[in-house]
């Protein structure tokens, strides 16, 4: 067993595998870094996923159009998204609260109109994203079949990682964004408009978390099927926190809970001795270990969570 784990075959297709699994993360939690930057928490983000799921299913299976897919699926988790975004920014309401009743409600949606879509048929496939090979770098060992032969969905997540680092450190907008999430009355003296800036982030949560359920229907599976997204949105919520509410941090922090992911299905494959209840529950046993492991670590925004509302102390 030893031996057939200690391969570079085993290791390259490890970190492909590893990979194609952090993808779906990476874009729902750069998302929630933007949201939670402007101080405010979406707990519902495996509804926004879902709606993305979803959404990008029914548009590509009417349409028979990956793009119409891709754009109905980023319009799901937007208008998931805007609810959470009027209850919490418009009515003042808890945040945990809201985004823990989406999530409910969206199983139940999304379950109920697959239902309704299927008609009976237990089976229905897509067509899925081709993968593009990039010559000569994709023949790197190890990592060229990991970064260099992926489709465009994975190219396109670490240039908008890149992108939203250089945002924060480097533009005035990238400041104010965060400086709503510290002290969200300061901004609003200084002239910063909290609400608009807070209702872009919604809209960025929503787009991104839509195309991380997307991603999942049109890249990897051609299917779409009841909860498939399976606690993915909660586990992009601890890579923001593991990476520290940066897009970066959270890029490396989806590549351990990917990874984790990709060696249980690698560890069943390979009929590794343990019962498969105990390999599945890998994933979240890191998840679990690394947030405790960053502990007194985080750079949480100062704000998070708690609504603002205009001229209060």
């Avoid at 939690?29 to 933007?34: D, I, K, Q």
């Avoid at 489709?151 to 890149?162: A, E, N």
């Avoid at 907008?173 to 609003?188: C, K, M, V, Y």
């Amino acid at each position: 067993m030893l031996e057939q784990i200690f391969t570079l075959t085993f290791f390259t297709a490890f970190l492909a595998a590893a990979v194609r699994m952090a993808v779906p993360l990476i874009y729902a939690a750069l998302g929630e870094v933007f949201l939670e930057k402007t101080g405010i928490l979406n707990i519902g983000l495996e509804g926004v996923m879902l709606g993305g799921a979803f959404g990008s299913f029914a548009g590509a299976f009417y349409s028979d159009s990956l793009l119409v897919g891709f754009l109905c699926g980023m319009l799901g988790g937007c208008m998931v998204s805007l609810i959470h975004g009027f209850l919490c920014i418009k009515l003042f309401q808890d945040q945990s609260v809201s985004g823990i009743a989406l999530n409910i409600f969206m199983l139940g949606v999304t379950s109920f109109g697959y239902k309704l879509m299927s008609a009976g048929e237990t089976y229905q496939q897509i067509e899925t994203l081709k993968r593009i090979r990039i010559p000569v770098l994709s023949r790197i060992p190890l990592i060229g079949e990991a970064f260099f032969h992926q489709d465009i969905m994975t190219y396109l997540v670490f240039i908008l990682v890149i992108l939203a680092s250089v945002f924060y450190r480097k533009t005035s907008s990238g400041l104010a964004f965060s400086s709503i999430g510290e002290n969200p009355q300061s901004a609003d003296a200084a002239g910063i408009s909290v609400y608009g800036h807070q209702w872009a982030a919604i809209i960025v949560n929503g787009v991104l978390g839509g195309i991380g359920g997307a991603v999942l229907v049109l890249v990897q599976l051609g299917k779409f099927s009841e909860n498939m997204i399976s606690g993915r949105g909660y586990i992009a919520l601890a890579a923001v926190i593991l990476g520290r509410y940066t897009p970066l941090g959270t890029l490396g922090a989806a590549f351990v809970f990917g990874g984790a992911n990709a060696l249980q299905i690698r560890l069943q494959a390979m009929g590794v001795p343990l019962p498969t209840q105990a390999l599945a529950m890998l994933p979240y046993i890191i998840t679990l270990l690394t947030l405790l492991l960053s502990i007194g670590k985080s750079n949480q925004p100062e704000k998070l969570g708690k609504p603002y509302i205009r001229g209060s102390r």
